[in-house]
């Protein structure tokens, strides 16, 4: 059975956790752009983590569902009717054959993530059901979903729904993003006053920005060495400086290689945050160091394994 798009809104696309291994091929990664609340989604609903879901940008889709199942809304708030009744966000709900699922513009981040039990049943593309737009593979015909398209689901697991436990620290935050660096390969390009603007600086999301990397404007960070860098491969939420001084971070649509200067790279436990950022919003950096990167990782991840109530 399957999913019938009745309006994908702005730009709707099947997502995972992404594909990894192929960046010596100019493949980058694609895939959620928030990982953490797909793999919130996919829990809910008793998936694995991995499984393949939609990722609604700026403003949900409308769909029907041709078979009765078990479905998740999460990320960015957005108002969520089924069959006309307002459901919760980030809760499983029961969807029975025939019902009409609409998701409104996101409120507070950019992108909101829906997992069906059973996940979205696509062709694996290099170990992977990301969508790459920009090479135009993946997902669901390696695009944006249209008006009329049918999604199967995937086989159900025997995992039960799982509700979130109320008690734990929201992951959202107020004000502008906080986002934790570390320093990047080019650090030594930059001095000391560089530095001291990057972690001082509010800088604000442009109209320029998308999945492939978000340009940011505000004080200008510029190297204090005017060599021209040898074009090299580029990490995912590496933050490059162009000529004009305006950081870039670049994020997981991103080319593979690169001639900027990085002065600093965001950690792993933070990309998500970097994934809900819309034109307009504030950033503010902060410098921590390899060490404090990889424990705050493994602090998400306790996280992660205590906000579900006990089954």
């Known amino acids: ?18 594909r990894f291994g192929y960046a010596h091929l100019g ?3 694609a895939g959620a752009a928030d990982g953490l609340s797909f793999r919130i989604a996919n829990m809910l609903v008793g998936n694995h983590e991995n499984a393949a879901g939609l990722e609604m940008s700026l403003s949900g889709a409308t769909i029907e569902f041709q078979e009765e199942t078990t479905a998740a809304i999460t990320g960015a708030s957005c108002q969520i009717a089924l069959n006309g009744v307002e459901i919760a966000h980030s809760h499983p709900v029961c969807v029975p054959i025939g019902a009409i699922l609409q998701c409104g513009r996101m409120i507070d981040g950019a992108r909101a993530y829906l997992a069906v039990q059973g996940g979205i049943d696509v062709p694996s593309v290099m170990g992977s ?11 669901f015909q390696g695009r944006s979903l249209r008006k009329g398209d049918l999604l199967n689901l995937g086989r159900k697991n025997l995992h039960a729904a799982r509700r979130l436990n109320l008690n734990v620290t929201s992951i959202k935050s107020e004000g502008p993003t906080r986002l934790r ?7 030594d390009w930059f001095a000391a006053d560089s530095f001291a603007t990057l972690f001082s600086a509010t800088f604000t999301v442009t109209q320029h920005s998308g999945r492939t990397g978000l340009r940011l404007a505000g004080d200008c960070v510029v190297p204090s ?4 860098l040898l074009t090299e491969g580029v990490s995912l939420g590496a933050l490059q400086i162009p000529p004009d001084g305006q950081p870039i971070i670049l994020f997981v649509d991103q080319q593979t290689t690169g001639g900027y200067p990085k002065i600093a790279n965001v950690v792993a436990a933070d990309m998500h945050r970097v994934g809900q950022l819309r034109p307009a919003d504030k950033v503010i950096f902060e410098e921590v160091s390899i060490d404090d990167a990889l424990q705050l990782l493994r602090q998400q991840e306790r996280w992660l394994r205590t906000a579900f109530e006990e089954d």
């Open 27 to 29: 493949i980058s990664p």
């Open 225 to 228: 060495k005017t060599a021209q």
């Open 1 to 18: 059975m399957s999913l019938l798009i009745k309006d994908p809104g702005f730009a709707t696309t099947v997502q995972d956790l992404g």
């Open 181 to 187: 660096v570390t320093r990047g390969p080019q650090q």
């Open 129 to 139: 059901a990301s969508t790459h737009l920009a090479a135009r593979f993946g997902g």
